[in-house]
């Protein structure tokens, strides 16, 4: 069972850029599909991104597309979602989760405890 800890969350003004980072214990991390996603007040929790542990492919949210990277290193079990151009609308709790399938959506097998990110305008 793999442990997850995101850190780099923050205040950011509108335009801004922020780096989350997930660091993996407990399990190999090269085995697992690894994924960003989101949660903002009285929303229900939604889809960032993810990357293929076996193609190294990348998915994105339309509405992230072009802004955010998401990237992994397997060398140092961590998971980075690099966030640029941010706006309002990406204030949220973000949450990193680890799949042994690809999951393009919400069915993770095991989540960190998240980090707020809040955008002012």
């Known amino acids: 069972q793999v442990q997850l800890v995101e850190s780099g969350g923050g205040l950011v003004q509108a335009g801004g850029s922020l780096r989350l980072s997930c660091a993996a214990s407990g399990g190999t991390f090269s085995m697992y599909h690894m994924g960003w996603l989101r949660q903002a007040p009285e929303k229900e929790r939604e889809f960032v991104a993810a990357?293929?542990?076996?193609?190294?492919?990348?998915y994105y949210t339309e509405s992230v597309k072009g802004r955010f990277t998401i990237f992994r290193d397997n060398a140092v079990n961590t998971v980075y979602l690099q966030m640029n151009a941010l706006k309002p609308d990406d204030t949220a709790v973000y949450y990193c989760?680890?799949?042994?399938?690809?999951?393009?959506?919400?069915?993770?097998?095991?989540w960190g405890q998240g980090t707020q990110v809040t955008v002012s305008s």
């Open positions: 989760a680890a799949s042994k399938t690809l999951e393009i959506g919400t069915a993770y097998d095991f």
């Open positions: 990357t293929s542990r076996d193609t190294g492919n990348s």
